[in-house]
């Protein structure tokens, strides 16, 4: 019989907060589930938008129960995604002020896991653990500093060499790594990490995705007759995401072709300055929305664009929206390098690649998905059933909770 856990989760960002942090509610969520007791240490929500909510507004400290889960949080400098500088900040207050309330957590703790980035979330795992002598397990999101520095949210400099070397420590000092990629496995093991010390988990994706409809979406916005290409997700600075705008200015005297983003981020005033230059109207950004309507935006649309910058840091990168996308049974534009997505989209049913710097590709892409000459449909139905069968979170969520029993006991 499984032993139960009392498991301290340390994560900057957790929903009501968006984006990849709903793999860490839910895997909390599966863990309380099965009997595990789990506590989550994390910030004010703010992100993306840098607006906390009137609940939480002017709290040093705020404790909460969501599905069983004890949820305690620590004050933080808002930021949104337009401020890098302020958002460094807010990683130094997290971490400062996490230290400061983690004592008012009573009690001991079978194993701390600490998800980065940021990578003050993988430092604060360490000095809790060590303050409170507990097993450590790291999950690695994203490589750091050699994302930002690749992806060109970071100049490289004295600063980011400290990260680097701070974050080799932290992985030799860690009882385990866990990876969301095969990629980030792969890097760490030819880095010097022992190999039985990873293991990759990855995010899957849950049931209120795979088992979703369009719920009224097209006939909302006005888009029935059109052949919507969609991009959901943070409009950042991973993802080149002007080569969707050339692509539909090349797209432009087809009318029937209509294009959609589908949130927020640093860029939006940028694509949308660019749209309006070339005057488009066949683009419409509509912001952010409520987590619980994205499936119904995804299952809405007829081709799911998705893309990185062209760099060696993401062929090992594997989107969270990856397996919502597919999840949605839509045929998947997929810009990047050969790398860990587009061997999973091969392995699923077929692989549309693009190149981001050649935006005819992507319009050629959606042409022959719009003309049958490549079965869109099918395509997506094998996206759906692949998924289903083998990422479902749950699934993940399990593995997960099976490696934390066998680190807590050995």
Not at 34 to 48: C, E, Q, R, S
Not at 312 to 325: M, R
Request: net charge positive; hydrophobic share 40%.
């Amino acid at each position: 019989m499984r032993k139960a856990m009392r498991i301290l989760l340390i994560t900057q960002h957790f929903p009501p907060e968006r984006g990849a942090v709903r793999r860490l509610f839910e895997f909390a969520s599966h863990f309380k589930d099965n009997g595990h007791d789990v506590t989550i240490l994390t910030a004010m929500p703010n992100y993306p938008d840098g607006i906390v909510p009137p609940e939480y507004k002017g709290k040093f400290y705020h404790r909460e129960v969501i599905n069983g889960i004890d949820i305690r949080r620590t004050w933080v400098l808002p930021a949104s995604n337009a401020q890098p500088k302020k958002r460094m900040i807010g990683f130094l207050t997290f971490l400062t002020t996490a230290i400061i309330n983690s004592f008012r957590i009573k009690g001991k703790f079978d194993l701390i896991l600490a998800s980065s980035p940021p990578v003050t979330s993988a430092a604060l795992g360490y000095i809790i653990s060590r303050f409170r002598r507990t097993k450590l397990v790291l999950e690695i999101r994203d490589l750091q500093p050699e994302s930002g520095e690749q992806f060109g949210n970071l100049n490289k400099s004295i600063f980011t060499r400290v990260i680097g070397r701070m974050m080799k420590f932290l992985y030799r000092k860690a009882n385990h790594i866990v990876c969301v990629t095969e990629g980030i496995e792969s890097w760490m093991s030819k880095n010097g990490v022992e190999h039985n010390n990873l293991t990759t988990i990855k995010s899957g994706v849950g049931y209120d995705f795979i088992n979703s409809h369009s719920n009224g979406i097209r006939k909302k916005y006005g888009w029935e007759d059109k052949y919507l290409i969609m991009f959901s997700g943070t409009l950042g600075w991973v993802r080149p995401l002007e080569s969707i705008i050339e692509s539909a200015r090349l797209l432009a005297d087809e009318k029937q072709f209509h294009f959609v983003f589908v949130g927020d981020g640093q860029k939006k005033y940028s694509l949308e300055k660019l749209a309006r230059q070339y005057q488009l109207d066949n683009i419409s950004f509509i912001g952010l929305q409520p987590l619980s309507q994205i499936p119904f935006y995804l299952k809405s649309g007829d081709v799911l664009v998705e893309c990185l910058k062209e760099v060696p840091v993401a062929k090992v990168a594997l989107p969270t929206k990856i397996f919502e996308y597919m999840a949605a049974g839509r045929p998947i534009a997929f810009g990047s390098y050969e790398g860990e997505t587009t061997r999973l989209l091969e392995k699923a049913g077929g692989a549309l690649t693009f190149s981001p710097r050649n935006p005819e590709q992507l319009a050629s892409i959606i042409r022959s998905l719009y003309k049958k000459e490549i079965d869109g449909d099918e395509l997506g139905r094998k996206y759906h059933e692949y998924v289903s069968n083998n990422h479902s979170r749950d699934k993940w969520a399990g593995r997960y909770m099976d490696l934390l029993d066998k680190i807590e006991t050995s």
